[in-house]
């Protein structure tokens, strides 16, 4: 399983980005997957959640109508539209294989939102 996470980086309050992650080594169509993020000092979160179909989401009430999670089962890859950023979205973000934070993720891409 490898899960390459990209799109991160410095971005201005209620600025957007677009995280992209690349998945390889299992049946991606198969698998829920979700992205997760760590703040520094905090525990893992999950951010989103998305069903095998793309149809079915799932957000966290503090990411919800800003951030919209998708997936292309023909690309094996995995998106998180991020819209309307704020400083306290700064984290390390990563993709997992799942639904939930437990499962194997990627190495991360960090997010900074600053002015």
């Known amino acids: 399983v490898q899960l390459v996470e990209s799109g991160g980086g410095l971005a201005r309050p209620g600025g957007s980005l677009r995280l992209s992650c690349a998945a390889s080594g299992f049946m991606f169509s198969r698998y829920a997957m979700s992205w997760a993020r760590q703040a520094p000092g905090k525990g893992l979160e999950r951010v989103s959640a998305?069903?095998?179909?793309?149809?079915?989401?799932y957000y966290a009430d503090f990411v919800k109508g800003r951030f919209t999670i998708s997936r292309d089962n023909a690309k094996n890859m995995l998106y998180l539209q991020m819209n309307s950023l704020k400083p306290e979205d700064t984290a390390l973000y990563y993709c997992?294989?799942?639904?939930?934070?437990?499962?194997?993720r990627g190495q991360g891409t960090q997010v900074t939102v600053s002015s």
């Open positions: 998305i069903d095998i179909f793309g149809r079915g989401t």
């Open positions: 997992v294989l799942g639904s939930t934070p437990a499962g194997q």
